[in-house]
C-alpha cells in the first residue's frame, strides 16, 4: 500500500471502519516504540555501549542448594552491543566476595557474541568456543534480551510476533527470529519491563531466563534502562547499574577468530582407570573424576559429574570393571551443579542417592524437574527416586569392603559436603576441599582439621579434580595456622 492510501486508510478508519484495524501485535510494537522514542529513532541505532558497575550471583555454586548469598562484586562493566552486524561484547571484573576456590583476586571476563558464534576470552587472551549448543544458543538469545534490540528485530522480516495478551497491568507478545524466541512484558505506557526466553540448563532442566529493565534514561532521544538484571528461573543471576550509556559510538571489533569458528563442540568423555586398592578404582576425566568401589553384591559409584554425557561414561566403563555387579549406590560429595550434572543419569540407571542431610530436599527437586527441551535419560525413563542421607557420619560396609562418609563440617566451599575414606586402603576421596596443584587452597585448612578430628588415617588423597597426592601435600597447605 502506497503511504497514500495509508494515511486515507487510517483517516478514514475513524468514521467508516472501512480498513482493517491494526492488529494488536503491530499495535504492541508501535506502543514499545514510541515508549522508548519512536521507531525512527529506534531502526536507526547502530550501537549501544552500557557501562557500569553491578553484582554477580553464583547459582549452583553456593554454600547450600538454596543458598543465594554468595555475590561477586561487578567493576569496570562494558557490553557493546553492534544492532547492525548482530554482535555483543560483554567485558567485566569480578571480585569474590566470599571464600573463591580461585582466591580474592579480581577476574576479567570477555564474553563474546559474533553472529551464530559464542566464545569467551580468558585471561591468557586466548579464545575458547562455548562448550554446548545450550549455552551458545542461549548468549544468542540474550543480544534481544535488550528492548532496543529487540524492537529493532521486530521490523524485521524474518522476525514473527504474536500471541499479544493482557496480563493483569502489562501486555506480552512473543517474538520469533530464526533459532532465538523470546516474550516481552512492557507497561500501560509500552515501555518494556522485561523480556524472557525459554532455556535448557543440563541441572535445573527446562529453565526461563529473564532479562528485567528499570530506571529508563534518555540517550540521544532513545529511552534506555539504566538498571537491567537477570534472572534463571526465579534466581537472580546479576544486577547491573549503568552510569554511562551511548547510542551510535564506535565499538571495538567484535570478530571471531579462526580457531574458535572452527572448533568442534566438547570433547567427548573419557574416562582413565587409576586401581586405589582392591575393589577401588579411580576414574578420571578431563577435569571432573568418579570413584568406583566393589562391594560383595553391588557397586557405589562415588561423584556423577560435568554432564549426563560424562557419567553415561563413567557407567559404562564401572560395568566393564565389574561384570555381573549392579550398581546401586551413588553418592554425590556436594550440590554444586558441575559435580552432580550427570545425578539424573544415575537415577535412571536405579541407583539410590547418598547424599549430606542438607542436599536431600534439593535431590528431589533436580530429580522432579521438567526436562522437556532436551529429554534426558530420566526424562525418557521414570525411575523411582531413592534418596538416603548422612548427618555426620555413615558407614556403608560388608563382607568385601568399607567405605565411611564423613560431613566436612564447616568448610567454606559448601555447608552439606561429603568425604569418603576407605579404611582398608587408608585412601580419603574429596572434592574442591583440596585440589593439588591449584595457585590457592583456601579451604584446604578446614580439610584438614576434618581428617585430623575424625583420627583419620590417610595415606593418600584422592581428589576429584587434580592428581592424587600424599597427605603430606594437604598438610603442607593446609597445616600452617593462618593459611
Ligand atoms: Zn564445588
Redesign the pocket.
Known amino acids: 500500500m502506497s503511504l497514500r492510501t495509508f494515511v486515507m486508510c487510517y483517516s478514514l478508519f475513524v468514521i467508516s471502519s472501512g480498513c482493517t484495524p491494526k492488529p494488536a501485535e503491530q499495535q504492541f510494537i508501535d506502543d514499545a516504540m514510541r515508549a522508548v522514542g519512536g521507531r525512527d529513532k529506534v531502526v536507526a541505532v547502530r550501537s549501544i555501549v552500557i557501562e557500569g558497575t553491578g553484582v554477580n550471583y553464583n547459582l549452583g555454586?553456593d554454600m547450600k542448594p538454596e543458598a543465594a548469598t554468595q555475590q561477586f562484586a561487578i567493576t569496570g562493566y562494558k557490553r557493546e552491543i553492534n544492532a547492525e552486524q548482530g554482535k555483543q561484547r560483554i567485558e567485566q571484573v569480578r571480585t569474590p566476595k566470599f571464600a573463591y576456590?580461585q582466591g580474592p583476586q579480581p577476574q576479567t571476563q570477555i564474553q563474546v557474541l559474533d553472529g551464530d558464534i559464542a566464545f569467551n576470552v580468558g585471561a591468557n587472551g586466548a579464545a575458547t568456543r562455548l562448550a554446548t549448543a545450550t549455552a551458545e544458543r542461549d548468549r544468542r538469545a540474550e543480544l534481544f534480551h535488550h528492548p532496543i534490540t529487540a524492537l529493532i528485530a521486530a521490523t524485521v522480516p524474518l522476525t514473527t510476533v504474536s500471541n499479544v495478551r493482557a496480563v493483569g497491568d502489562v501486555r506480552q507478545a512473543d517474538f520469533a527470529f530464526r533459532d532465538r524466541a523470546w516474550t516481552m512484558t512492557i507497561d500501560a505506557a509500552g515501555l518494556p519491563l522485561s523480556i524472557s526466553s525459554k532455556s535448557y540448563q543440563p541441572n535445573l532442566g527446562d529453565v526461563v531466563m529473564t532479562t528485567t529493565f528499570a530506571d529508563y534514561q534518555d540517550v540521544n532521544g532513545v529511552k534506555l534502562p539504566a538498571r537491567i538484571s537477570g534472572k534463571v528461573d526465579d534466581f537472580t543471576t546479576y544486577e547491573i547499574q549503568a552510569s554511562k550509556q551511548t547510542i551510535d559510538a564506535p565499538v571495538g571489533d567484535i570478530t571471531a577468530p579462526a580457531e574458535v569458528i572452527k572448533a568442534a563442540a566438547s570433547a567427548p568423555p573419557n574416562v582413565a582407570v587409576t586401581p586405589l586398592g582392591k575393589g577401588v578404582w579411580l576414574l578420571a576425566g578431563q577435569s571432573h573424576h568418579s570413584v568406583l568401589v566393589e562391594f560383595a553384591d553391588h557397586l557405589m559409584l562415588i561423584e556423577a559429574p560435568q554432564s549426563e554425557a560424562r557419567t553415561l561414561a563413567v557407567i559404562a566403563k564401572a560395568k566393564e570393571l565389574v561384570k555381573n555387579k549392579p550398581l546401586t549406590q551413588l553418592v554425590t560429595t556436594?550440590h554444586?551443579f558441575?559435580?552432580t550434572a550427570g545425578m539424573r543419569a544415575a537415577i535412571a540407571e536405579g541407583m539410590t542417592v547418598i547424599t549430606q542431610a542438607g542436599n536431600k530436599a534439593w535431590v528431589e527437586s533436580m530429580a522432579r524437574r521438567p526436562h522437556t527441551m532436551f529429554p534426558d535419560t530420566l526424562a525418557k525413563k521414570a525411575t523411582r527416586l531413592e534418596v538416603e542421607t548422612v548427618d555426620e557420619e555413615k558407614e556403608i560396609t560388608d563382607a568385601s569392603n568399607t567405605v565411611m562418609l564423613y560431613h566436612v563440617a564447616g568448610n567454606p566451599?559448601?555447608d552439606t559436603m561429603l568425604m569418603a575414606y576407605i579404611p582398608r586402603d587408608r585412601v580419603l576421596i574429596e572434592?574442591?576441599a583440596f585440589s593439588p596443584g591449584s595457585a590457592v587452597h583456601p579451604y584446604a585448612a578446614n580439610l584438614l582439621e576434618n581428617i585430623q578430628k575424625r583420627n583419620l588415617r590417610v595415606d593418600k588423597i584422592v581428589p576429584l579434580h587434580g592428581a592424587i597426592a600424599p597427605l603430606a601435600e594437604l598438610v603442607k597447605v593446609g597445616g600452617a595456622k593462618g593459611n
Open positions: 555454586q576456590f556436594h554444586h558441575d559435580h566451599h559448601s572434592v574442591d
